[in-house]
Nanobody, 123 residues
């Protein structure tokens, strides 16, 4: 069982930056792939970014490419999402997700989910 706790959300002006963190419990973090998703009000949950077990491979949703960066620190059991040049349309609840294995899904095919953290971008 993996527990995920996100932090770092908040209110920011358009053009600003935020860094989200997701702390994972347990001793299997280095054997899990990690992902960030978001869900805006009234919309489906969408893939934002994913990262392989050693951090060497990353994937991004088209709407965040070039602005967001996913990274991980296996020594701290933590994955990060650096968000720059934020736009009003980035407003959503952001979720961290984990999955055992090698491949990094860009779909909702993750086993474990955090409770989410709200990001609000004012225009």
């Amino acid at each position: 069982q993996v527990q995920l706790v996100e932090s770092g959300g908040g209110l920011v002006q358009a053009g600003g930056s935020l860094r989200l963190s997701c702390a994972a419990s347990g001793d299997t973090f280095s054997r899990t792939v990690m992902g960030w998703f978001r869900q805006a009000a009234g919309k489906e949950r969408e893939f934002v970014a994913g990262i392989s077990r050693n951090g060497g491979i990353t994937y991004y949703g088209d709407s965040v490419k070039g602005r967001f960066t996913i990274s991980r620190d296996n020594a701290k059991n933590t994955v990060y999402l650096q968000m720059n040049s934020l736009k009003a349309e980035d407003t959503a609840v952001y979720y961290c997700a984990a999955r055992s294995g090698i491949s990094v899904p860009t779909t909702l095919a993750y086993n474990y989910w955090g409770q989410g953290t709200q990001v609000t971008v004012s225009s």
